[in-house]
């Protein structure tokens, strides 16, 4: 039986205002202190960067953890727009999605790239949250699980100490907010394949999350898989009770 923890992490992506978070992030607290004597999901939520000192200072003392969207490969320099690890730790991050699909598309980033960002996060006591996920394109040609495996290598390449010290998302990019979900099935599929590539990197209770239109409404189906240990939640995360629903469920 598996002792993975389940975890549930909120990409706000580039949505909220100072009064929207306030709204949602008392709203989070006062919903995890009420449930916090029978909920097994660990949670945190990713805010766009100038906002990290108002979460970090609302959630300060709290069972909810935070973190950046992204994270910068370098330690710093000439690389404007670029947030560093250091910088991240300063606002009590403990959080950093990397190569997220929406980077890899609208900026470029490779999966070497992604690694590097993985490499930097845990140097820097971060634990990176490095996505994967295939084209709706790709998965027609049956390409699936071999994206996957291309987009892992860089980063599994890394080592088993570091492996150990990152959380895996496999997030279809068809099912990133389309309003599609991949069918418990699907993921399963996929998180079994991503499991076996642990297995092989030596760190094989690393959680994989997955991510895609997850609501209330179908996180139960998908975590009562065997090799889904949580989610990472977009457009849902921004509604509490939707958010804690899913923790919930």
Known sequence: MSVRRRLVIGNWKMNGSKAE????????????????ADQAAELAVCAPFPYLQQVADILQGSAIGWGGQDASEHAKGAYTGE?????????????????HSERRAYHGESS???????????AGGITPVVCVGETQAEREAGKTLQVISSQLEPVLALGAEAVRKMVLA??????????????????????????????????????VLYGGSVKA?????????????GALVGGASLVATDFQGIANA
């Open 83 to 99: 947030v560093s690890v250091a910088m991240l730790a300063e606002f009590g991050c403990a959080w950093a999605i990397v190569g």
């Open 21 to 36: 978070n306030q709204q949602l992030l008392s709203d989070l607290v006062k919903l995890q202190n009420a449930a916090a």
């Open 112 to 122: 070497d790239v992604v690694a590097r960002k993985a490499a930097a996060a845990i």
């Open 170 to 207: 496999y997030e279809p990019v068809w099912a990133i907010g389309t309003g599609l979900t991949a069918s418990p099935e699907q993921a399963q599929e996929v998180h079994a394949h991503i499991r076996s590539l642990l297995v092989q990197a030596g760190a094989p209770e690393q959680r």
């Open 217 to 229: 409404a179908n996180a139960a189906s998908l975590f009562a898989k065997e090799d889904i240990d």
